[in-house]
């Protein structure tokens, strides 16, 4: 196997943005979308959120209730595993941490498994959706979530490959051990770093 | 490897591999460029050749203009050139091959749902499986000479063939067949396709559960 493949010098000699991890290219004005199942059609009216398992106070929130909440906005960027990065977008919601809050973890919680109105689902450390680093997400640059990209509300984490920010989200299910989710169990990293480019198993 | 072209702006590759794929009918492989200075691009792209114990498989590379890799693939890879794979990769949108199954596919998307009829096809089991492919007009259809038979409809949405008896438009219900019995329905295309087709799919009777997507994004 040749060190480097012949014939191919990549996007000429265009200084990398230093927000980009390796492997992935931005993507510029365009949001991909990228799903396994239909889109769902969910009514704010019906909808709700919940935070569930090793918990003291187990937590339904209504669309309004969870509006209701202190306010919380992440601006930064996002990785896709498919090599495609979205720089400088902001998200409005509620911070994880005030939702965990509100339902108190058990010590024993160590692992959380989000799971969507879709079945779709994605696992995590409770470290890593705790600490100002995950949020619910409800608005895009100032905009209501678009159905297509997990509106009425998704989760972000950030931190990790965007697969992990479930949309259509319905609920945080707290656990002793870890759970993997959709993608987990079908090929891809159970952790997803996109910094250490953890893309599929093995990585 | 064997490149052939498919249209104007796609070109199937024959990969040799350094031992059997094992892929599954829906599966994609991660095709990995590395530049001289040690820049890398990857994208993934889904395998066409049906699932046959070979050590190669068959991508459709359909050329973005602003692309980075699709260029490369379509314009400077050469038979014999060696290029750094990985796969194969994706456990949700496979057609295990032995139940039926609805395929549906705009434009390129007819990459991967071509593993599936080519996988039954191989095993005499192409009644198990229903195509239909919406394109622009003949000129865009990939695999031409192999595609049309009794278990594929084409629907052309600009202009087809004068054989054509269907008015270019569309993809409508009607040109969708009943839910399979027991089976999935598979949507590959962009994601405006993926969509309405979805949609469409619903209103055939099909339940959402029974609908897998692979939702293509054009990102070079």
């Known amino acids: 196997m040749a060190r480097f493949t012949r014939g191919f010098s990549g996007r000429g000699a265009l200084p990398r943005d230093a927000r980009l991890p390796p492997g992935q290219y931005d993507v510029g004005k365009n949001w991909p979308v990228l799903t396994a199942e239909p889109t769902p059609r969910l009514d704010t009216e019906s909808w709700t959120f919940t935070v ?58 160590s692992h959380v498994l989000a799971y969507s109105y879709t079945g779709y689902s994605s696992n995590f450390p409770l470290a890593d959706v705790s600490g100002g680093r995950a949020w619910v997400v409800w608005d895009v640059d100032g905009q209501p979530l678009p159905r297509e990209h997990g509106g009425p509300a998704r989760l972000l984490v950030p931190h990790l490959y965007f697969w992990k920010s479930a949309k259509w989200i319905a609920g945080l299910r707290l656990l002793d051990h870890d759970e993997p989710g959709f993608w987990e169990v079908r090929g891809y990293h159970n952790y997803g770093d996109p910094w250490l480019e953890q893309r599929y198993d093995g990585d | 490897m064997g490149i052939r072209r498919e249209t104007a702006t796609a070109k199937t590759i024959r990969i040799g591999l350094p031992r059997p794929s094992g892929h599954l009918a ?22 066409a050749s049906a699932p046959d114990g070979s050590s190669e498989v068959e991508i459709t590379v359909e050329r973005l203009p602003d692309g ?21 990769i994706g456990g949700w949108f496979v057609w295990p091959g032995d139940s039926p199954a609805v395929l549906v ?50 629907v052309y949405t600009r202009h087809g063939p004068a054989s054509e008896a269907r008015p270019p ?17 598979y949507i590959c295309g962009p994601a405006s396709f993926a969509d309405a087709a979805s949609d469409l799919v619903v209103a055939t009777g099909t339940s959402v559960a029974d609908i897998r997507i692979e939702r293509f994004s054009p990102t070079g």
């Open chain 1, 52 to 109: 569930e398992g090793l918990v003291q106070m187990p937590t339904v929130w209504s669309w309004d209730d969870i509006r209701a909440l202190p306010g919380s906005v992440f601006a930064g960027d996002v990785h896709c595993v498919t090599s495609w990065s979205k720089l400088g977008i902001t998200f409005a919601g509620v911070s994880v941490d005030t939702l965990l809050e509100a339902a108190m973890p058990l010590t024993a919680a």
């Open chain 2, 169 to 185: 438009g569309r993809l409508t219900a009607r040109d969708l067949p009943a839910p399979p019995v027991g089976g999935l329905t």
């Open chain 2, 105 to 154: 596919g705009g434009g390129s998307g007819v990459v991967p749902l071509m593993a599936m009829l080519r996988f039954a096809r191989r095993n005499g089991t192409a009644h198990l499986v229903r195509l239909v492919v919406s394109v622009r007009g003949p000129e865009a259809l990939y695999y031409a000479d192999e595609l049309p038979g009794p278990e594929t409809t084409i």
């Open chain 2, 68 to 88: 980075e890799v699709s260029p490369f693939l379509t314009d400077e890879l050469r038979p014999g050139d060696q290029l750094e794979v990985r796969g194969p």
């Open chain 2, 26 to 47: 829906g599966q994609y492989y991660v095709v990995r460029l590395t530049a001289p200075d040690g820049y890398t691009a990857s994208r993934q792209f889904s395998v």
